[in-house]
Structure formats: structure tokens, C-alpha cells
């Protein structure tokens, strides 16, 4: 279960929002700003954060340990103005009202209860996220844990992870301390070295990296003035280090147990904002969301059934089919509902199965279903031997298409969207987790029947919002479509040779034996090559490879660093090809023999259809479309995906460079237009425009540059971005960018728009008018807003590619149905379709597959596809 925490910096978000706002006071006459800004803020954490824990620190006194050390240290704050003392019984108040946990801690500050909480808490397994107005606490910057700072106003934050401390600074979290020991802190009065700034103590720090190893290492610092300073000053800046350290170890008496988070008190939270003059605020206060609350529901008139009858059974009606397993696959059916406009049923599993009248009304094309999930409903049937027809609704689909980024976990959680309160989530109902069960018949149909009412209740509105938003033909012509293809697919399975899988586990196994042996060899030493710990001590203490990051718990050894360090030694090397084949073992091959279903032999995937903000299909339970193919010995997994039936074989077929295509369409640009036109190979291209040379000067590694160019400017990658990618410097690589952007106009200007055009509206749309919202695009939070116009340039591209797929598999399924071809699609893999078919079918296959998806929209530069076929996946290459 996801475990978060919640770290807020009481005095500090306090006095930001007390001088943030202007003097504000309720009818008695007390202050209210600094709590009015502290409420705005913890609001928006609630809500954005979603908190499972959390706590409040705050400074005990004006004492802590640190003034034994140094007596001057924080002395040139100005005392409290009282405007603001007043304010924080109040605070104090609006915690208990939240039901948030308070702390402070004699002789310790509010950093050092968070900081020691943090290495708890990042222990344990949590998340953990910091709020505070001090940059200090940027030093507790982990994998695990953000610290987000205040900015202007109160509620726009800049978070801080290691990544953007790197990028910002140069520096490791850490180093933060460091810097502060150099530079000094005036606003706690730490001194730091005379004369350092943060200039020269960071150019120290990327040369040195501690203030310890600097100090002894001073005689290599250029520069005789500062050398002599530092000399000086030695004690100072140890000092000074000294006391901007956050203490992790303080003895608290809290435990994480009792920091957890329940909700708040609703009448509380009212009471106080009445008494504040909050009235504003009011309005924003939700009720408590806990699925294991009761609500009061109004009764509802339904009939179980127990012999279905056709008189019973309505020409159009909303329909549960409910199946509570996540992998619905053979998973039992727990029962029926039907809404009609006169009746509403509850069908027990048993009568609903037997009965031939019901199953010819699933059957029936000309009665109208309205259902929730449509894939999980029919492919649940088909397990019974029942082929559903006539779905002309689908809830889930139609919240997704309104609004992707929602969670639409069960019918109630689209429902509240419209303020229709009248069923229950599925949590309140089964539980969750270890505690989940089928509760009695009479709540279970209480609860179906809701479902199916809600559904018909809704149908009308989100039918009316989706033409609203030119949004119903993709509704209707796509998206509906696709949940009976997805569903065939899901239902038929790819067939696994499970022997071959097993020989493949074997063959890695023997080459992992020998890799380790090879890099005991490399080592001098045996050791566990898995555990991160004794992995870095033989890295960086034995074979005293450089030190690029570390971590709380010692040195870091992730893939980047690794690849970082490869240059310097034979062992890095082999280390990272360990782990990859560690991977394929354990992930591909334990875990596909885990999911190949007895029955039949095969692995049933399961496509996401509402999932990601982008529109494109996703695959779990397995994963089909993650196969590792950048390894040989990843891309031989797919010699175990084999045809279902003698005498066949595999055939693929995938779009070539489809999202730069649909990029020269939506952008008009003339050049790449011609290019794509004139099947010019477009990385070429590219590389000729950027590099300024001929055809036959374009070098291999110009036209590799060219396509991370190329690919880069299709997610708004920023020099630093491509810089990383091609490790070149940033000035080489805004060269670049720069050079792209002159050789093609249209798609400078075509960014310029979006991101102007989505600033207006909220959002960016495909080509078939799929939306995506981007609530952060007009944010004052930096890194938020760039995220956002980088999404709102990518969107239109990546979405409408998705788009595409999704319609040439709808039109290839009919041309195989109406030209009577045995052949059927299996699996969806980004721009690529699987399909298997006997061999006297590949000539049509490879004449009618590409033109399908060819033709499946028009654009100004042709669609290409390519297409291959084998005995087995890997083959059909």
C-alpha cells in the first residue's frame, strides 16, 4: 500500500504567509492572515498530495542546541512581530480541527524533527514530501524524498529533488550543507568564510566536493588571496557547516505510527472558519471520502429474479456485469443488474447463465446496452460462451474521453463527478486488499442495481458534455469500436512455448553464472553484486572509482551513476549487463511462466483503453509492450511468442517515424513535408540542415545527433535535455536546437502556437479532438509550467499517432471479416501491430495489412508502413 508523509515547517510556512498577505482580522479584531494563508496552503496539500501521514513542526524555543556551539547563531532576527504571535494558538486550533499532528521538541528546531522523521520515514518505505520557506531543508533531498519551497505568495511551491539541485546547483543534497559552510547563512547569522559567495563556494564544491576535502586540499585552490582566507578561516567554515547540518537522529518521542492521517473533522473545520471569517474557504471544504463510511442512500425498487422471463427484459437498458478481479480473465461473474425505463432487475449469476432467453438478449444487436467497462463485461462473457452485442455506452469510456486525467476507478468515482451521490464505491461494498470479500445477496444486488440506475442516470449528460466537445464521433467511431477488438484480442491470447521460455531461463541463468564470475574476477573479491551496500565498497573504496552520488544509507550505485563510471573500469561494465539479464530473467521469464493460463497456453494481456493522458493503449498482467528489445537476449524473449495453430505464422506490421509524420501535418512545415514526400530518409535530412553539409558528408554519427534532434523536439526537450542525451555541452546543444528550428520554421512556430493556444483554452487536443487539460499551464511554479507547455507541444503528436493505431486496427478487423481472411490481430505494441495467420494468407496479408493502415487517416505526408513475418515474434522482425 502506498505510504505517504506529509513534513511541514510550521514556523516558517507561518511567518511566509503572514508577511505574504496583508493584515487581515476577523469581527473580534484578531489577526487572521498568517493562518488564512497556512489554511490556503494545507488545503492544496490535501487535496494535491493526498497524504497518508503528516505532521506540523515547530521551533520550541529561541535556544537549541546549536547556540552551545555557536551563541550568536540566528542573532540578527527581529523579534516576532506580535501580529503575528497571536496567530499561532490559532494554528494550533486549525491542526486539531484537520486532525493533523503537531511536535516540537525542547532544545531542537523544526528542521531537525523533520529531518530525522525523514530518515525514518525513507526507511520505512514512505514518500515523503517537505513544505517549508527554508532552502536548508533542500539538504534532505532524496529518491524518496521532495522538498518543495515557497516562493511568492504561499501556495506556489518550486520542488526540489536531487535531479533539479544538480541541475540547479551543480551539487548533490548534501553539498547543500557545504555550501552554507563556505557561503555562510545571513538570515540564522551563520558566518560562513569572509568574502566566499555562493559563486566561488560552488566552483570550490565541483572541484573539491567537501568542505573537509577542500581544507586539506588547499594548497591546490588557484588564487592567493582566497587560499590564504581559507587558511584563515579554517575553524569558521567547519563551523559554519557545522551548524547548517539538519540533525537526523534527534530524540524524538513521536513515533510514524502516530503521524498517520484520518481526515479531518469536518463540524470542526466549519466551526473555526465561521469564527475566523473564512467564508470563502467554506465552499472548498469536501466531505470526508473514506469508502469505509456509510452514507444515507435513498431506497430503490428492484426485482431479483429468479427465472428471467422476456417480458422482463427491456429494448434498451443499462447493464452491470460484474466481475470484482483486477485480472478479470475466467474470473467468476457475481452477479447482474439491469435498468430499463420500467424495471430494474438483479439477476443472480446461476439463473442469468442458464437462461437462453437472457443470454439471446446479450446476443442481441438490437438491444441497446449502456455499461461500465465494456472490455471487462464482454470479454467476462465470452469465458461463459456468451458473445455480447448491441454496446452503445460505455460510462468509463466516456469520463476518460471528457476528462483523462480523473481516476475512474468504479462507477461512484465518475458519479461524483456529476454530484450524483446515490451509490457507493466498490471499497465500501467488497473492502480492499487482504479485507476484500462478497458480501451477502442482498447487499451485493442493493449495490449492482445502484450501478446500473447511476449509469442510465448519467448516460445523458456525458453524452450531451462529449458532443459539447466535438467529441462523440470519437466517442462512437473509435473508442466503442475498439473495446470489441481490444476484447477479441485480450480473449485470444498469444500462445507461449513454454519449454523454449524455460531453456531461455536456463541459458540466462548459465551466462549470469558466468558474468559474476567474471566480475568476482574483476574485483579481486567475491561479494553480493545485488546489494547496493557491499556493491559500493568495492567500487569506491576498493577499486577507488570516483564518487558521483550518494545516498543516506552510503554510496549510490543506480544505472546512471554506473553509466557514468563505465569509462574508468572493465568491471561497470559488466555490473550493468548483470542486471539487465538479472531483469530479463526475473521479469520476463519467471514472470511470463507465471501468468501463461493452464487452460490454453497462452498469456491474456490486458490493454488499459483508459488509462494514459495521451490516448495510447497500455499492457499489464503481462506487460506485453515493455519487452526489453534493445538486448539481444531480450529481443530472443519474443522467440517463445509462437502462432496458436499449425501451419502459421507471425506477421508484423509497424508505421515507420509515425509521430515526426504526423508532426509535419500538424505543423504545415513545408520542409519536412517535402521531405516525407519525397521519402528522403529524414534523420538525413535533418543532419544535413543542422550540420549545414551534402548527402555524402552526412557522417553516422551527424545522423544519430540528428535523430535525438529529431525524436527530442517531439517531447520539447530543452538544451540541457539533449545535451544529457547526446553528452555534449549545452551551448553545442542549443546550437543545434537552434539550427533545427531555423532548417524548419513551421515547427517553431507550431510550438510557439500551442503553447499560446493552451495557455487560452486549458488544454491541447488530437486530431480526432482528443483532449488533454493542462491545469499547470499558466502556473507560476517554473518546472511546472515548462512540464506543461512541453505536454501541451507533445500531446497533439504522441495523442494523434495513438489516434491512428487505434483506427487502423478498427478498419484492418473489418477488411479481415469482410474478405473472410482466418488471420486476427494479437497485440497492439506502440506503432505496431501482431497479428497470426496461416501461411496461404501472407501474400494478401502483405498487400492489404499496409494498405489498411496506410489509408487509416489522411494527412499531408504519407503514412508508411513496414511489415515482416516468422515462425515466432522474434522472427517477424
Known sequence: MRKKLVLIDGNSIAYRAFFALPLLHNEKGIHTNAVYGFTMMLMKILEEEKPTHMLVAFDAGKTTFRHETFQ????????????????????????????????????????????????????????????????????????????????????????????????????????????????????????????????????????????????????????????????ENRELALLSKQLAAILRDAPLEITLEETKYAGYNLDKVIALFKELGFNSLLGKLEQNEDPDVQTELANIDY???????????????????????????????????????????????????????FKAWLEDEKKKKSVFDAKRALVALKWQGIEMRGIDFDLLIASYLLNPSHSTDDVASVAKTKQYTEVQPDEAVYGKGAKQAIPDKKSLADHLVRKAVAIR??????????????????????????????????????????????????????????????????????????????????LFEKLQLPVIKKTKTGYSTSADVLEKLAPYHEIVEKILHYRQLGKLYSTYVEGLLKVVHQDTNKVHTIFNQALTQTGRLSSTEPNLQNIPIRLEEGRKIRQAFIPSEPD?????????????????????????????????????????????????????????????????????????????????????????????????????????????????TGYVTTLLHRRRYLPDITSRNFNLRSFAERT???????????????????????????????ARILLQVHDELILEAPKSEIERLKQLVPEVMEQAIELRVPLKVDYHFGPTWYDAK
Open 72 to 231: 550568536d547563531y540566528k542573532g540578527g532576527r527581529q523579534k516576532t512581530p506580535p501580529e503575528l504571535s497571536e496567530q499561532f494558538p490559532l494554528l494550533r486550533e486549525l491542526l486539531d480541527a484537520y486532525q493533523i499532528r503537531s511536535y516540537e521538541l525542547d532544545n531542537y528546531e523544526a528542521d531537525d524533527i523533520i529531518g530525522t522523521l525523514c530518515t525514518k520515514a525513507e526507511q520505512e518505505g514512505f514518500e515523503i514530501k517537505v513544505i517549508s520557506g527554508d532552502r536548508d531543508l533542500t539538504q534532505l533531498a532524496s529518491e524518496h524524498v521532495t522538498v518543495a519551497i515557497t516562493r511568492k505568495g504561499i501556495t506556489d511551491v518550486e520542488p526540489y529533488t536531487p535531479e533539479t539541485i544538480q541541475e540547479k546547483y551543480g551539487l548533490t543534497p548534501p553539498q547543500i550543507v557545504d555550501l552554507k559552510g563556505l557561503m555562510g547563512d545571513a538570515s540564522d547569522n551563520i558566518p560562513g568564510v569572509p568574502g566566499v559567495g555562493e559563486k566561488t563556494a560552488l566552483k570550490l564544491l565541483k572541484e573539491f566536493g567537501t568542505v573537509e576535502r577542500l581544507l586539506e586540499s588547499i594548497e591546490q585552490v588557484s588564487g592567493n588571496k582566497l587560499k590564504e582566507n581559507l587558511k
Open 303 to 357: 426485482e431479483t429474479v429468479e427465472e428471467v422471463d422476456e417480458t422482463m427484459l427491456a429494448d434498451e437498458a443499462a447493464l452491470i456485469v460484474e466481475v470484482l478481479e483486477a485480472n478479470y480473465h475466467k474470473a467468476p461473474i457475481l452477479g447482474f443488474a439491469l435498468a430499463g425505463e420500467k424495471k430494474t432487475l438483479f439477476i443472480p449469476t446461476d439463473v442469468a447463465l442458464s437462461s437462453p432467453i
Open 457 to 538: 442516470a448519467l448516460k445523458r449528460e456525458f453524452v450531451a458534455d462529449l458532443k459539447a466537445n466535438e467529441q462523440y464521433l470519437l466517442f462512437t467511431e473509435l473508442e466503442l469500436p475498439l473495446t470489441l477488438i481490444l476484447a477479441e484480442m485480450e480473449f485470444t491470447g498469444v500462445k507461449v512455448d513454454v519449454q523454449r521460455l524455460r531453456n531461455m531461463g536456463e541459458e540466462l541463468n548459465e551466462q549470469l553464472k558466468m558474468i559474476e564470475q567474471d566480475i568476482y574476477q574483476s574485483a579481486g573479491q567475491e561479494f553480493n553484486i545485488n546489494s547496493p551496500k557491499q556493491l559500493g565498497v568495492v
Open 648 to 760: 502459421w505464422v507471425i506477421f508484423a506490421a509497424d508505421y515507420s517515424q509515425i509521430e515526426l509524420r504526423v508532426l509535419a501535418h500538424i505543423a504545415n512545415d513545408q520542409n519536412l513535408i517535402e521531405a516525407f514526400r519525397n521519402d528522403l530518409d529524414i534523420h538525413t535530412k535533418t543532419a544535413m540542415d543542422i550540420f549545414h553539409v551534402s548527402e555524402e558528408k552526412v557522417t553516422s554519427q551527424m545522423r544519430r545527433q540528428a535523430k535525438a534532434v529529431n525524436f527530442g523536439i517531439v517531447y520539447g526537450i530543452s538544451d540541457y535535455g539533449l545535451s544529457q542525451n547526446l553528452n555534449i555541452s549545452r551551448k553545442e546543444a542549443a546550437q543545434f536546437i537552434e539550427r533545427y528550428f531555423a532548417s524548419f520554421p513551421g515547427v517553431k512556430q507550431y510550438m510557439e502556437d500551442i503553447v499560446r493556444h493552451a495557455k487560452q
Open 792 to 822: 501541451a507541444m507533445n500531446t497533439p503528436i504522441q495523442g494523434s499517432a495513438a489516434d491512428i493505431i487505434k483506427k487502423a486496427m478498427i478498419d484492418l478487423a473489418e477488411r479481415l471479416k469482410q474478405e473472410e481472411l482466418q
